[in-house]
């Protein structure tokens, strides 16, 4: 168990850390599940340099690198639809697709193949995290709009068309993520084309 890899291990039980926090609906509560965010996210950053750095690239960090990525992403997702800020069509979408390419690319590593990732994939997680933060730092906020609304007629008059408006809004942000999602899946299965034939000999 090297650094690299305990980073690792971190990210994956600081997401659901995460989750908890976020379902409090309460300001403090929710930044402090964006910061708890924000340190989970940044491990993957410091984990993949530790790596290239030290020399310790492992088996098992090959394969739980992307996975704790997958984890932390479907769960912020997973927690934004019972606070009613994402469709769970999208989201089931999202989450089918990164375990199944997941699934796929660890399938290929196993039998010495390599599957590697597009530009279109890379942005398709800078996408992701973009509409994580954006509707976090919303979901964040939205217990003050509320609890000020009731006293402030000039916050009423600049946040609720704000209010009203953000699920569409949502939608928006999170479609960029969800077509690069698609496109990026049916990439990697054309990729995994011969893969996916010797698996369902």
């Not at 309460?26 to 402090?32: G, P």
């Not at 999208?90 to 399938?107: A, D, P």
Request: no cysteine.
């Amino acid at each position: 168990m090297n650094l690299p890899n305990l980073l690792t291990i971190t990210r994956i039980v600081l997401s659901p850390v995460f989750m908890v926090l976020m379902l409090f609906d309460h300001f403090f509560w929710r930044l402090a599940a964006m910061l708890v965010f924000i340190i989970a996210a940044l491990t993957d950053l410091v984990d993949g340099y530790l790596a290239r750095r030290m020399g310790r690239h492992t088996g098992f960090g090959r394969f739980m690198d992307p996975l704790a990525d997958k984890i932390l992403v479907s769960t912020a997702f997973l927690t934004f639809i019972p606070l009613g800020l994402v469709r769970d069509w999208m989201v089931i979408i999202i989450i089918v697709r990164e375990f199944l390419i997941t699934g796929l690319r660890s399938m290929a590593a196993y039998k010495g193949m390599v599957i590697t990732s597009s530009i279109l994939a890379k942005w398709k997680t800078v996408t992701q995290m973009t509409a994580i933060v954006v509707i976090m730092a919303y979901a964040t906020v939205e217990p003050l709009l509320i609890s000020a609304n009731y006293g402030n007629s000039f916050i009423i008059e600049w946040s609720l068309p704000l209010f009203h408006w953000r699920y569409n809004l949502f939608d928006v942000i999170i479609f960029i993520p969800l077509a690069l999602t698609l496109w990026t899946g049916i990439d990697y299965l054309l990729k995994s084309g011969n893969l996916i034939k010797g698996m369902l000999r």
